[in-house]
């Protein structure tokens, strides 16, 4: 099945700086790539996604890029702030298919 | 983005009872609802898959007599917890899926177990 790997853990950031979170995946045939943010004790919300037939995707301070031939997505959040701190998960199917393969997770802390 | 309910957001409840979570989804409707389980500071384990009108598909491990699925309609799935235990004290999630396969989630609901 889809493995799915997110580095790093946990990212420091100073408010106003951009963050970057790398997701790996294993399935050549996965094509559908979304992000999640978790806050403390709620559900994961998504924030943005990503298909095969793009390689870039912004929707404001967010971004997300997708190489396939590297197997390799990001999520780059640009002009931090500290409601910009969470979990996010990075997730891999192949679209259609029901499952979501998700990463462990990654701990952003902004700092003010 | 598309709204997903859960009800209830906390439960506590004795050992040897059973609890019942329902999510909604809000303004769609869903023929795919998934649920989730999470441990603090895990990743989200996916427990069944559950599909209006048909029996709900279980992930490897999980004990379907215990964790009992419905989805009664496009718009609510149920799941419940039978005979809890304090190991079964978790945060457990429902999503439910557009037809565009967008996979939108709930908040989630904090069982404990005493």
């Known amino acids: 099945g889809e493995n799915v790997e997110q580095h790093p853990s946990t990212l420091s950031v100073q408010e106003g700086d951009s963050a970057v979170i790398k997701c790996t995946y294993s399935d050549s045939a996965s094509n559908y790539f979304p992000w999640y943010k978790q806050e403390l004790g709620k559900g994961p919300q998504l924030i943005i996604d990503i298909r095969s037939n793009v390689g870039e995707k912004k929707d404001q301070r967010i971004a997300v890029t997708l190489n396939k031939t590297a197997k390799h997505f990001s999520l780059h959040i640009t002009e931090t702030q500290p409601e910009d701190s969470a979990v996010y998960f990075c997730a891999a199917s192949v679209y259609g298919n029901n499952r979501l393969a998700f990463g462990k997770g990654n701990q952003v802390v902004v700092i003010p | 983005g598309a709204v997903v309910s859960q009800h209830p957001s906390r439960v506590i409840c004795k050992s040897g009872t059973s609890v019942k979570i329902e999510c909604r989804s809000l303004d769609f409707q869903a023929t795919t609802m998934f649920w989730y389980r999470q441990f603090p500071k895990q990743s989200l384990m996916l427990m069944a898959t559950?599909?209006?009108?048909?029996?709900?598909?279980?992930e490897q491990g999980v004990e379907k007599d215990k964790f009992l699925i419905n989805h009664a309609s496009l718009t609510l799935s149920t799941l419940t917890v039978t005979s809890a235990h304090p190991e079964d004290s978790s945060f457990y999630i429902c999503s439910a899926r557009l037809q565009t396969y967008e996979q939108y989630f709930g908040p989630g609901t904090r069982l404990t177990v005493t």
């Open positions: 559950s599909n209006e009108g048909s029996k709900a598909t279980y």
